[in-house]
Every structure is written in C-alpha cells, then in structure tokens.
C-alpha cells in the first residue's frame, strides 16, 4: 500500500550545497546513476535529534563512492553538517537520514569520467522499518532465489545502489509469499545477509553470524558484536551452511533501519525470540539514544 508518494512530501531536501524544495529535487531522465547504477547511498537514523554513528556513515559514503570510482565533492564533516542542519530544518528528531551521491547527466554511455558528481540528503520519519506486529513475534523470511556475489564480481564492500537490484527482487518475491523478508545465501551457497540487515543465530548461549566477506559489514552488526562481547557472550565470526539452521535456537537481523529484529522463521526452519535477543535488542536501543536524553529519563 503507498500513502503519499516519496516525491511528494513536504519540506527541504539538501541537494548539492543547499536546501531546496522537497517537490524540485529533480535530476533529469538521463542521468548516469540511473541507467548504469553509478550511485552509492547511506540509511541513518536520528534517535532525539541526534544521528547514531553518523561520521561512520558519513566514511562509508565516501569510501563507497571511491570504490565506485568517483570521489563525493563534500568531505565528511561538510556532509555530516549538511545531515544534522537538515533534520533542524526539517523539525524531525527521530527520523531516518537518506544521503545519495550519483553521477549526473553530463555524459551518457558506460563511460563517464567527466560526469559531475551530485550529492543529497533526504529526512523523513520512519518509526519501523518491519510490521511491529510481525516483528514482535519474530519475522518470517523465505530463502532467496539470488545470491550476494563474489566480491571479485562486484565492489561488496559498496553500499552501491546496483548491489540493491537483487534486494528488491528477493524482498518482493518473499513478500508476494507472505512472508516479512529474505535471507540471501552468498555465491558459495553460504548464509550471507537479509535483504537489508546483517543475520545472527544463537545457539548454547553463543552468537554466530556470517563473516562480513562479501556483503555490507553493517555499523549494527559491528555495534551489536560490541554489545554481546560486553555482555560476556561469545560472538563468533564464520562460515554458516544452510543446514546448519536446524541447530540454531534463535536467530535475529540487525540494520540501521531495522534495528534489532527477531526471526521466527527461515524457510523450514523455526527459531524462538529468546533472552539474548530480547537482551541484545535493549541493549541497542539504550546505546543509540543520545546521552543527555537518557540522563534526562
Ligand atoms: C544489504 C544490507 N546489509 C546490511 C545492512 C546493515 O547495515 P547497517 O547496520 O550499517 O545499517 C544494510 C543496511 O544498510 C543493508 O542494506
């Protein structure tokens, strides 16, 4: 079901250096990043005003666009500046941040060296990313029919709109089943990644995820990792087989947009929402509220 289309909210959007209006954030039919996926984007979110881990993003933007090979003509701190002016702008304290940098209509052809680079950012509130009825029981998730490829096939280290195609796919061919989501197996027919967060199992109280060789190592997956370890819970870093699921007692995905979820269903497989889940999924929304706010409860 779509609400009001994404082009036709109110407010600002910040587009190469300045605020203008949500409707005239414009590129033209032929722009580079939309016929050949030469984008790279960031998802953040703003928790009472102010942005989890927004220089990591603000980094991996950057580092995205370089392994895309073009460089973002703002640096870190300008971008970061231009994010936190444009939640003020736009009144929002909780909110999802959406940055966007792409090669422009200057040049059309595979090659585009002279391109001009553009970049924007777009706020808007976003209180779940999943069904909070879905997710309070745990998710189900289909097995993907794509896989993350191998990172000598495409820059995995990107978060690069081209890598997303097989995401929409995936994501819509599992809900076309009913179900919340999907799991992608990688190109080795490993466990990889949902279609937008990282995966975790547990199992005898012990955390496995997938090693972070060919897909996004999301800055969740990095802060929940810290989190477990600070709570005395072994996280190991690994190959996981499919087959594997069998064993597992809880599973869970982690995303800046879908924070920590819980999984009930894989496929054939059946997880419950457990203690270390429901722990790890506090201890995530204690650590990305600002401080003051939290000495203010
Ligand atoms: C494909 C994919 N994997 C993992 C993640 C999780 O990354 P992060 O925790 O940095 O949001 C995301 C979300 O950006 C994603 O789109």
């Known amino acids: ?9 109110e407010g600002l959007i910040w587009m190469d250096g300045e605020f203008v209006k949500w409707a005239d954030a414009r590129v033209h039919v032929l722009t580079h990043g939309l016929h050949y996926a030469s984008a790279v984007f960031e ?7 102010e942005i989890f881990k927004l220089t990591e993003h603000t980094e991996r933007l950057h580092e995205s666009a370089r392994l895309l090979g073009f460089q973002i003509p703002y640096s870190v701190a300008q971008l970061g500046d231009a994010c936190r002016k444009l939640l003020e702008e736009q009144g929002l304290h909780d909110a ?5 940098a792409w090669r422009g209509s200057d040049q059309m052809g595979v090659s585009a060296q002279n391109s001009r680079i553009h970049c924007a950012i ?6 779940a990313y999943f069904d909070p009825a879905q997710k309070f029981k745990g998710l189900r998730l289909d097995i993907a029919e794509y896989r993350r490829p191998d990172p000598l096939t495409a820059p995995s ?36 990644e949902a279609t937008s967060a990282n995966i975790f199992f547990v199992k005898d109280g012990r955390l496995h995820t997938p090693k972070a060789d060919c897909f996004l190592d999301g800055i969740t997956r990095r802060t929940v990792i810290d989190l477990a370890r600070a709570r005395g819970l072994d996280v190991e870093e690994r190959a996981i087989m499919p087959d594997e699921l069998e064993g597992f007692e809880q599973c869970f995905l982690t ?30 929304l204690n650590t990305v509220k600002p401080t003051k706010a939290i000495a203010a409860e």
Not at 163 to 190: N, P, V
């Open 1 to 9: 079901m779509v609400s009001v289309p994404f082009d036709q909210l």
């Open 43 to 49: 998802g953040e979110r703003a928790y009472d005003g």
């Open 96 to 100: 999802y941040v959406r940055p966007i």
């Open 122 to 127: 777009a706020a808007w509130p976003w209180p």
């Open 157 to 192: 280290k990107a978060k690069a709109a081209g890598l997303y195609m097989i995401c929409t796919i995936s994501r819509h061919a599992a809900e076309a089943k009913g179900y919340a989501d999907a799991m992608m197996l990688d190109w080795r027919g490993q466990v990889a």
């Open 255 to 284: 995303g800046t947009a879908a924070e920590v979820a819980p999984v009930a269903e894989i496929g054939p497989y059946r997880f419950e929402v457990g203690d270390i889940t429901s722990t790890l999924t506090d201890d995530y």
